[in-house]
């Protein structure tokens, strides 16, 4: 038989809970601030900050070893405009994003179609498309740079094989952007395919079971029911892959490092002009006019994507 102390201190405990449920309950926003409070201050600290800090430069003629930092207030972008190294890199990032972006989205999403078709074992596949997103782009790029190795490269050597002349893939300037694509498109093909794949589990058998009933081909069900379905999804994508590649810096510093004297050297991206400025020859203030101009003009593109597809993909 249980003693009546033994009951006393559990029917406080209970009733010390329900308390604790009903402030909680009275006082959600405090709670809700005292949780989020942390998590949102590290997060000004950490992005908002530097964005804003940035914007400040940008007004200033700032170097890192002179103390006298005068606010010189537009001249910085006023000199953009006659920056013709940074308009090469603008328009070579540009033309590189475009490329990249369509050439992922379309291989990733004609994969995870064939996918769709082997259910059972898809997930194995997608593991191994997988593990080129976690690979860091520094070894992925000098891997890469072995096989667009002119002479001893397994790529030229596979070209030569079947009759085709080999390429300098690191040393062209007209060919180094393919190549910076083709890394590129393989180190995040894996992760537009597992995106593509769990919107293509979302659409319903029943749907689909019901057009090959009414007589719809394949390529019908795909055109009429898949992809109107999936035009959320896209519209995400694209957002993502444009923001992800306009960004590139990596593998073009890698492929590009040992090219000194050649054409393709010289090969200019955005990043690598904000990167130059600001840790090569110290003009932060100008960088920071430049890392500006780039966030003003990807939201430009992500607004623009994102009212073309607002109202094809049904979105409000």
Known sequence: MMATGDIAPRGNLAARFQEFRDSIKRDHLLWVLLALGP??????????????????????RYHPTQRSRPFIGLDNYWRLLEDEAFH?????????????????????????????????VAPVYEL?????VVTPWVPASVIWKWIFDPVHGILNYGLDSIGLPKLAWLQDEHVIIYAIVLVSVWKMLGYFVVVFGVGLRNIPDE???????????????????VIPMMKPIILFTVI?????????FAPVYVLTASAQGAPAYDFKVVIGEIYQNAFVFY???YAGAQSVVLLLFVL????????LFRDKAGLR
Do not use: H
């Open 283 to 285: 003009r932060m203030g």
């Open 39 to 60: 998590v949102f201050a590290l997060f000004c600290i950490i992005r908002v900050y530097p964005i804003l800090e940035t914007i400040r430069l940008s007004f200033y």
């Open 88 to 120: 090469t890199a603008l328009i070579n990032t540009l033309q590189f994003c475009v490329m990249a972006t369509v050439i992922t989205l379309v291989l990733a999403f004609a994969v995870a179609v064939l996918l769709r078709s082997i259910e059972k």
């Open 300 to 307: 430009t593109l992500v607004f623009v994507q994102f009212t």
């Open 207 to 225: 749907l689909m079971e019901a057009a090959e009933l009414d007589g719809a081909t394949p390529w019908q069900r795909l055109i009429y029911i």
């Open 240 to 248: 993502i892959a444009t923001i992800i590649f306009f960004n590139v």
């Open 128 to 132: 191994l498309l997988y593990i080129p």
